[in-house]
Every structure is written in structure tokens, then in C-alpha cells.
């Protein structure tokens, strides 16, 4: 497995990331993001249903949509969900690790309702 990542966790959306991201196009932005909220519930909702062997899939496909769009808070989040690797679907951390980032989401919502 590899190591932690650097994002800094207190940042709910990177604008300046989303900028590169999208060559600076803020309709491109606004629909990159739109997708992502769009896809984002569903992400978690793979991830609440996975079984043991898929937790570790799921919790990177959610880590992988929210790097790319800078949603740091989120996507560490979804990091610490990866390194349990196959949790047992009665582990308390798996619970503890979905409210978590059912909370980001929802921040991370407002935030983009503000971009």
C-alpha cells in the first residue's frame, strides 16, 4: 500500500486545482463539478454496499473523483477508507468512515453551490 497523501485536509474544493484542471474554462468547471455531484452519492452508496473485497475499490474510485476536482477534505477521507482494506461489513470503522464522508459531501455541496 502506499503511503498517506499530502492534501491538506482543511481544504474543502482547491479552486486553483479545478482552474488547471479545466485550462481556467469556468463552464467547464461548473459542469465537472456538476458531474461530480451528480455521481458522488452513487459513490457512496457503492462503497455502503460493498462487501469486503470491493471496499478497497470502491473507497479509491471516490478518492480518485474527488483528487481530480481538488476536493481534498473529501478525498482523504476516502484515502483512510482505502487503507482499511477489507473491512468486514460489521467493522464500526467502516460506519464511522461513511457518516464522515457523507458530512464532506454535504460540505463540499455547499461549497460548490458557491463556486
Not at 14 to 38: P, S
Request: hydrophobic share 40%; glycine share 6%; proline share 2%.
Amino acid at each position: 500500500m502506499t503511503s498517506e497523501s499530502t492534501w491538506d485536509e482543511s481544504i474543502v474544493l482547491d479552486v486553483a486545482h479545478l482552474d488547471g484542471y479545466t485550462g481556467g474554462d469556468t463552464e467547464l468547471a461548473r459542469e465537472v463539478l456538476k458531474i461530480f455531484i451528480d455521481n458522488a452519492p452513487s459513490y457512496l452508496a457503492d462503497l455502503g454496499d460493498a462487501d469486503c473485497q470491493s471496499w478497497r475499490s470502491s473507497a479509491h474510485k471516490l478518492k480518485g473523483a474527488a483528487r481530480g476536482i481538488g476536493a481534498w477534505r473529501l478525498a482523504r477521507a476516502a484515502e483512510r477508507a482505502e487503507f482499511l482494506g477489507e473491512p468486514a461489513a460489521n467493522d464500526d470503522r467502516r460506519v464511522a468512515i461513511l457518516k464522515e464522508m457523507s458530512a464532506r459531501l454535504e460540505q463540499l455541496k455547499e461549497r460548490i453551490q458557491s463556486f
